[in-house]
């Protein structure tokens, strides 16, 4: 069985990557040394830099991490590469403050994976799923913005959801779709 780290805090993005790989006999194992993530202006960049930054403190084992951001239409794409700093400091009761009066509540959701071998260029896999911000919180499952984003052509917050909706919709979930397919193909080789 092949091990892969996945370099993260959050114990709910483990599990979802987790459920994917598991049939292709990919073990991940969550890798929490972190790497700081840099003001720039796209996901691409942020998932570069934790790559080359986690290759300088001399991983072992091929890796991956991943970046996502909630971007609304109407604040101009915020909080976008931000999104973790402003759910920290905001929360959720702050981003549906800012939207209030907002007749536009389209939001996009965006995920891009980095997959890396200790020394090598990453193989970036983005996704995006397109939706909208309800008007309160609901659910109680998944994590980050879930209980506020509703994807295009579903009724239910992401929180209101099973993992196994989600991830047929999902931004990361469609990355890891991306993912799987990588590595399916490379193992056939």
Excluded: W
């Amino acid at each position: 069985m092949k091990r892969l780290y996945f370099i993260t805090g959050n114990s709910g993005k483990l599990q979802e990557l987790q459920n994917k790989l598991k049939p292709l006999q990919i073990e991940v194992v969550q890798h929490n040394i972190g790497y700081p993530e840099p003001q720039v202006d796209s996901l691409e960049e942020v998932a570069r830099f934790g790559v080359d930054y986690i290759q300088k403190q001399g991983i072992d084992h091929p890796f991956i991490l991943e970046d996502a951001g909630l971007f609304i239409k109407s604040l101009n794409d915020f909080p976008g590469v931000y999104s973790k700093y402003v759910f920290l400091t905001i929360g959720l009761d702050g981003i549906l403050e800012l939207i209030k009066e907002k007749k536009d509540r389209r939001a996009e959701f965006q995920s891009v994976i980095a997959y890396a071998e200790p020394k090598g260029e990453p193989v970036l896999f983005k996704a995006a799923c397109k939706g909208f911000l309800s008007f309160q919180q609901k659910g109680s499952n998944g994590f980050g913005y879930d209980p506020i984003f509703i994807a295009q052509g579903k009724n239910l917050t992401f929180a209101e959801m099973s993992t196994e909706q989600k991830n047929k919709v999902s931004h990361r979930g469609l990355a890891v779709e991306k993912l799987v397919d990588f590595f399916g193909k490379n193992q056939e080789q």
